[in-house]
């Protein structure tokens, strides 16, 4: 959100997210199934009815279509239609898609981890803000909120170590006052804020830079001097002809 009060949502960035466990190793993204998994009935159709096989899989965003035909194939379209909505998901569970995926066991498999953030991301040169919270985040009543329902958690730790942060092009001597600043949350919920301002200085140009510039500058003065006399000089020149052949 920047200092007008408006909020960019689904800006272009280049973020990444690793899981780690409670030693802070990261997590291998690769998970092995259980053998033992039920079986799960085809899945629900927008319609109200199960897949067939000469049929396209078009699954319900359970009330939350922008059109006719949109489709929400899978937990994550559910969530995000819900999520421009403005609406919670409160209950993953009765989601078609989402009981399919299993979205809830992942959710209690990841309880206990953390995670490691990292990369960049563009924005305007103006006063705002950025955040990190956990659930997924929408709009409601002008307000930007996270929907935490689905983790069934009334706490949550935000302790957090800052190895990074910088703001534009690195460049010796600079000073990022967040680096390696380390965060410990000590009761069941907590919220961590952190105010810097961002000053890009302009870096003087060395005597010898400022040397070549001059010369190059004199040098492109004789070059246009030594234009306009030609041009001068044979310009009188066919002018004086001109009139000699008048007389």
């Not at 190793?25 to 009815?49: F, M, T, W, Y």
């Not at 899989?57 to 922008?66: N, R």
């Not at 985040?137 to 170590?161: E, P, R, T, W, Y």
Request: glycine fraction near 8%; charged fraction near 25%.
């Amino acid at each position: 959100m920047d200092i007008s009060g408006e909020a960019h949502l689904d800006v272009k960035h280049n973020i990444f997210k690793k899981r780690l466990d409670v030693n802070g190793k990261v997590i291998e993204p690769a998970r092995q199934e259980s053998i033992n998994q039920p079986k799960l009935d085809k899945p629900l159709q927008k319609h109200g009815g199960r897949l067939e096989h000469n049929e396209t899989y078009c699954g319900s965003c359970f009330g939350a279509e922008t059109e006719e035909d949109h489709c929400c194939n899978n937990c994550e379209e559910v969530r995000e239609a819900y999520r421009k909505k403005g609406w919670a998901l409160n209950n993953p569970d009765l989601i078609d898609q989402c009981k399919r995926e299993g979205f809830l066991q992942k959710i209690k498999d990841e309880d206990g981890e953390g995670c490691n953030v990292y990369g960049t991301l563009e924005a305007n040169k103006v006063a705002g803000n950025f955040h990190f919270a956990p659930g997924k985040s929408f709009q409601q009543a002008n307000m930007h909120v996270h929907d935490l329902m689905a983790f069934g958690k009334d706490s949550f730790n935000v302790s957090h170590k800052i190895n990074e942060i910088s703001f534009g092009v690195r460049y010796p001597g600079a000073v990022n006052p967040l680096d390696k600043l380390e965060r410990i949350q000590t009761t069941t919920h907590g919220m961590y804020q952190y105010f810097i301002k961002v000053k890009f200085t302009e870096k003087r140009m060395s005597f010898f830079h400022f040397l070549t510039n001059v010369c190059a500058i004199v040098g492109g003065v004789f070059s246009v001097s030594g234009i306009i006399d030609a041009f001068v000089y044979h310009g009188q020149k066919q002018i004086k002809k001109r009139l000699g052949k008048d007389t």
